[in-house]
């Protein structure tokens, strides 16, 4: 999840100065496809695609708005209204609200506990996965948001678009219009694209948010239940524009890892972090030769890993797509014969040698294309070759896979001799023939 801090009682980011930059923001029409919505609490589907649901309701497209939790927490220090009556008061003005922009839309309540979605993510992705049953317009909350539940949607719902490989996923922005700066944007940066609302679409959009009473007026006079969203927020949501990330996830991006080298040489903690030489460590462990011929590691980092894979292998060929990540690995390796570090990104770009060994260590997750990804290990692993593959477990939301998925995809075709399986992390081996050490090394004939 991101890092970002902010508190919805504070001015924020003033409306006017967005005007600019969003006049150069590129529309885009709404494709002809059925409407699925995920918003993280009542309210969400309105502010961030209240317009959307609306235009797509007009064309006649089947609506359907999923709503992960109750939104029960949205005034914790309240001493007028209990979470349940909170939870009941905003079902029946997300009802309202859906009603006033989609009337026969679907609405369906998942009731998963608000603030703690995070712990749920692979639940919503499941839950995603299952209604697309068809291809569709996959909506939900932009994955860098701010908000620990609404980054947990975004990335759930990126997840069944990827896995089931019939939907088609826009992201709004709901928090970041609040906390991000115009001028050095990391919204824009994304480079998202708007859908005008036109009269009707803004008049529906204002009376939906006009549902939405406990939200944008105080539940009493008494402390704690003063408005969540204030009058400087909800000029972001009269616009008559509404702004969707539609572009793949972050890491895919060119610049991503450079910028994550650019505010520090090692932005993961790979050699200071108990947990991460640990975790090589049983990487190491888990080879089941001694000694290999030719190895090929991706997403080698600043070299930790290629180092140690050095000392048991006549060769290594090490990529990397950041620039910096080239020179650290470059330095580090410097001393280290039969050791070739290349700025490279994968699966674009694949080396057409084939290798006795592929180590694939938190890489395979940022892959957006995953059965490409799987074809070319497949390619280039040699006959008798081993594939290592190891992948942090939690959601993040620039993996636009699950550590499950990735191995799933690169052990097709493999028979796995050995998996490491921790809450934390995945670690697979697989080879073609599925030789046992004991044997393959003499203790058995």
């Not at 080298?261 to 030489?277: H, K, M, S, V």
Request: glycine share 8%.
């Amino acid at each position: 999840m991101t890092a970002v801090r902010f508190d919805h009682m504070d001015q924020g980011t003033a409306e006017h100065r967005w005007a600019a930059p969003l006049a150069a923001v590129p529309r885009t029409p709404v494709p002809a496809l059925p409407l699925l919505v995920l918003a993280a609490h009542p309210d969400d589907e309105t502010l961030g695609a209240g317009g959307l649901i609306h235009a797509a309701a007009a064309a006649g497209r089947d609506v359907h708005v999923v709503v992960a939790t109750d939104g029960e927490a949205s005034h914790p220090s309240s001493r007028t209204a209990r979470p349940a009556e909170l939870a009941r008061i905003r079902r029946s003005e997300v009802a309202a609200a859906v009603g006033a922009l989609a009337p026969g839309a679907r609405l369906t309540f998942l009731g998963l506990p608000d603030g703690r979605l995070v712990g749920f993510a692979d639940q919503l992705a499941e839950t995603m996965a299952s209604l697309l049953d068809r291809p569709a317009l996959v909506v939900a909350p932009w994955e860098r948001d701010g908000h620990p539940d609404h980054e947990a949607c975004g990335v759930a719902a990126r997840r069944a678009v990827t896995a089931g490989s019939t939907g088609t996923l826009w992201q709004y922005p709901i928090w970041a219009w609040h906390w991000d700066d115009p001028e050095h944007s990391q919204l824009l940066a994304a480079s998202p694209a708007g859908m005008e609302l036109g009269a009707a679409g803004r008049a529906a959009k204002r009376a939906a948010l006009g549902c939405h009473v406990s939200q944008h007026r105080p539940l009493s006079p008494q402390p704690g239940d003063e408005a969540v969203l204030q009058p400087g927020m909800l000029a972001h949501f009269d616009r008559d524009l509404e702004v969707f990330v539609t572009d793949q996830p972050a890491a895919a991006r060119p610049d991503y890892f450079d910028a994550l080298y650019a505010e520090r040489d090692d932005p993961w903690g790979l050699a200071d972090r108990f947990y991460e030489t640990r975790k090589r460590s049983l990487l190491l462990a888990a080879l089941p030769r001694a000694r290999f011929g030719s190895a090929f590691e991706p997403g080698c980092a600043s070299g930790l890993l290629t180092a140690e894979l050095a000392q048991r292998c006549s060769s290594v060929l090490a990529w990397d797509g950041a620039a910096r990540a080239v020179e650290l690995a470059r330095a580090r390796l410097a001393d280290q014969r039969g050791v070739r570090v290349e700025q490279r990104r994968i699966p674009a770009d694949w080396p057409a040698s084939r290798f006795d060994l592929i180590v694939l260590s938190e890489v395979g997750y940022y892959c957006t294309d995953l059965a490409l990804l799987a074809g070319r290990v497949a390619a280039g692993l040699a006959e008798d070759g081993v594939l290592v593959s190891c992948h942090w477990r939690h959601a993040a939301p620039d993996h636009p896979h699950t550590a499950e998925q990735v191995h799933a995809a690169v052990g097709t075709g493999l028979r796995r001799i050995a998996t490491h399986r921790e809450d934390d992390f995945l670690l697979d081996v697989w080879t073609r023939g599925g030789e046992s050490v004991a044997r393959s090394t003499g203790v058995l004939p």
